[in-house]
């Protein structure tokens, strides 16, 4: 609760009125907790009911599985994309660092620690994030921005740190 608490202060910032581009609305912020509970439930239910398996194997499945529901959207795209070095280096980052890189981590730690201490992991990413846009996007951050990522911080650590249920 106080990791979920600390991401509404994060994000909070974000429901000023306007509609600006960089605004969110009730309905995108019901669409990304919704991502949150369900990558938690996914890790909890993997934890218990998934065999463990090579993190390459897992990836591939996962890989593949995402080109045959993306792939045919990606073909309907009717503008032409610009590729140049900004759009390479995103593109890089998110399948090798992301994909790659994220999801293998995730599978190890899934493989080899308390699902809910790899859960709880994941309320840290938008405070990650919140400091990544004021580092590379000028995004400004706020009283509530840094009480919001101490608060889940804290919520976090008390996850990681609490002793193992018997």
């Not at 912020?29 to 919704?34: D, E, P, R």
């Not at 951050?141 to 840094?146: A, E, K, R, Y």
């Not at 608060?151 to 193992?164: E, F, H, M, Q, Y």
Request: hydrophobic content about 55%; charged content about 10%; glycine content about 8%.
């Amino acid at each position: 609760m106080l990791g979920f608490a600390g991401l509404v202060l994060v994000v909070s910032r974000k429901f000023d009125a306007g509609g600006a581009s960089d605004h969110a609305d009730w309905f995108n912020l019901s669409l990304a907790m919704l991502a949150l509970f369900s990558i938690t439930a996914g890790t909890l239910y993997q934890k218990r009911y998934v065999k463990v398996c090579d993190v390459r194997t897992a990836n591939t499945v996962q890989l593949l599985a995402a080109l045959v529901v993306t792939l045919p959207l990606a073909l309907l795209e009717t503008e032409a994309m610009r590729w140049n070095g900004e759009l390479a280096g995103a593109m890089a980052w998110s399948v090798l660092g992301l994909t790659l890189g994220g999801s293998s981590l995730l599978y190890l730690l899934i493989q080899r620690g308390a699902a809910a201490k790899v859960a709880s992991l994941m309320y840290l990413v938008p405070p990650c994030t919140a400091l990544i846009a004021w580092v590379l996007f000028d995004e400004p951050v706020t009283l509530f921005t840094v009480a919001g990522i101490a608060l889940t911080a804290l919520g976090v650590s008390l996850v990681i740190r609490a002793p193992k249920a018997a």
